[in-house]
């Protein structure tokens, strides 16, 4: 399952994508994977999309996964194209970019969205070769011009100011976690814990619809709850839901109250 922005991207820019499913190994992309997927499709593969801690499953890689991944990626004459926007959001373990091992493949994409709450302010940083760097300028001058001055002036402060607030938020958000993993668990909810982010991708119970959008309008009308549907993120998210929890442990504890209430009555 993937963020839904990339696919029409790729389709705009007249490429195809190409999807490796993981649904199998915990949301986790394997080396051995990769390297198949890539000596599959040959030289026609120009970037790998790494997407961690992911939306919308919260998986994320320890360093050795990340260099694990890096080493299969070195043989091969491709960018891979890091979106690692959740970065500050890893509750295990420190992230680690795979930009520290592939500095000369790799365009890393972050911002203050997710660590920061600036959501609605729109920065973004790209860190790339000072090659790739110099095209990507030519492109986004004329399609977005910069960021308004009021929002550069408040990413200066979140990053001087409030360089730790991820961390603090991170916290909050493990206590968050935790609570809705142990009720999905309970209510009979199959789900990869997830170790960044804030999402919980939890397959839906047996016996209840399949059909995740099905499932989430049925919800939403019966409840008053509201879910995405796995579809969103891909075919390899059908049968999926996912959970947000950023929100406050109050409307979290009420969102658990109507989905167990819901799953009695179905």
């Known amino acids: 399952p993937i963020y839904p922005g990339y696919e029409p991207v790729i389709t705009l820019a007249g ?46 890689y320890n360093r050795q996964e990340v260099q694990a991944l890096a080493e299969v990626l070195r043989n091969y004459p ?23 091992f592939l500095p000369e493949q790799t365009i890393l994409l972050n911002g203050l969205s997710k660590s920061h709450a600036m959501t609605g302010w729109r920065i973004g940083f790209i860190f790339a070769p000072a090659i790739l760097t110099a095209e990507i300028i030519k492109v986004h001058q004329y399609l977005v011009t910069a960021a308004s001055t009021i929002s550069q002036k408040a ?13 603090k938020m991170g916290e909050e958000y493990r206590v968050r ?24 991708f939890a397959k839906i119970p047996a ?5 995740s959008m099905a499932f989430c309008v049925d919800l939403a009308e019966k409840n008053q709850l509201a879910l995405i549907p796995g579809i969103a993120f891909g075919q390899a998210g059908e049968g999926y839901v996912r959970i947000s929890y950023a929100a406050s442990r109050e409307a979290l504890a009420e969102a658990m109250k109507r989905l167990e209430a819901y799953l009695k009555n179905n």
Do not use: C, W
């Open 15 to 60: 490429a195809k994508a190409v999807y490796m499913d993981t649904t199998d190994n915990g949301f986790v992309l394997s080396p051995e994977k990769l390297a198949a997927t890539l000596e599959a499709e040959g030289s026609a593969v120009k970037a790998v999309i790494l997407n961690y801690p992911s939306n919308p499953t919260g998986v994320t």
């Open 78 to 100: 491709v960018f891979v194209i890091s979106d690692e926007v959740y970065s500050e959001l890893s509750y295990e373990e420190e992230h680690v970019s795979i930009a520290e």
């Open 155 to 167: 990413a200066v402060e979140a990053l001087v100011q409030g360089i730790e607030d991820g961390a």
């Open 177 to 200: 976690r935790d609570f809705v993993y142990d009720k999905l668990k309970k209510l009979g909810f199959e789900v990869a814990k997830p170790s960044g982010a804030f999402y919980l």
């Open 207 to 211: 016996g209840q619809i399949q059909d």
